[in-house]
T-cell receptor, first 109, second 114 residues
Framework: QKEVEQNSGPLSVPEGAIASLNCTYS??????FFWYRQYSGKSPELIMF????GDKEDGRFTAQLNKASQYVSLLIRDSQPSDSATYLC?????????FGTGTSLTVIP | DAGVIQSPRHEVTEMGQEVTLRCKPI?????LFWYRQTMMRGLELLIY????????DSGMPEDRFSAKMPNASFSTLKIQPSEPRDSAVYFC????????????FGEGSRLTVL
């Protein structure tokens, strides 16, 4: 399996703070990159995808990609208690999707 | 659309028994993936199909595991015989070629092997 590494956490941030989640991947041929959110007992749901180097913003979420460093990150601004979940980084090479083990985020009210 | 549908949602069985998990992908999606999720190993890709044909089964852990997709709307993952270490949540996901790359997941089948 292609390696996708994430800090497992748990990561705790106060409400309103910025949460920063990081991911590295081993396959330089990876073409697209995704962040999924998974609430306890639920299935993963897509938050964002990014294909090109740089930043991509969507509301309170910003994904950052650096292919040279094989690094992807997700910033969550103005964190809310409802953001408390496990965040999964995924990479795509062709038609295969590989996931990291996830980072557990807790937003403290 | 109803989304990806998996059954059963929960399965408790005894070691040595056969387990069959079922999945109905979203209509029109031409790729189907089976994943296994555990706390230790996260989401592991087991096998995926394109147009009902198995493309890569290198993630299938042992010969005890097998998967089929007899038609575009149905797939099964079978474990025979089951072992306690097979206890996990098994997810099915589907995607359509050419979309943004979003995998649509079913709600998962939680398997407990005693």
């Amino acid at each position: 399996q292609k390696e996708v590494e994430q800090n497992s956490g748990p990561l705790s941030v106060p409400e309103g703070a910025i949460a920063s989640l990081n991911c590295t991947y081993s396959d330089r041929g990876s073409q697209s990159f995704f962040w999924y959110r998974q609430y306890s007992g639920k299935s993963p749901e897509l938050i964002m995808f990014i294909y090109s180097n740089g930043d991509k913003e969507d509301g309170r979420f910003t994904a950052q990609l650096n292919k040279a460093s094989q690094y992807v990150s997700l910033l969550i601004r103005d964190s809310q208690p409802s953001d408390s979940a496990t965040y999964l980084c995924a990479v795509n090479n062709g038609n295969q999707f590989y996931f990291g083990t996830g980072t557990s985020l807790t937003v403290i009210p | 659309d109803a989304g990806v549908i998996q059954s059963p949602r929960h399965e408790v069985t005894e070691m040595g028994q056969e387990v069959t998990l079922r999945c109905k992908p979203i209509s029109g999606h031409d790729y189907l993936f089976w994943y296994r999720q555990t706390m230790m190993r996260g989401l592991e890709l087991l096998i995926y199909f394109n147009n009902n044909v198995p493309i890569d089964d290198s993630g299938m852990p042992e010969d005890r595991f097998s998967a089929k997709m007899p038609n575009a709307s149905f797939s099964t993952l079978k474990i025979q015989p089951s072992e306690p270490r097979d206890s996990a949540v098994y997810f099915c996901a589907s995607i359509m070629t050419g979309n943004t790359g979003e995998l649509f997941f079913g709600e998962g089948s939680r398997l407990t092997v005693l």
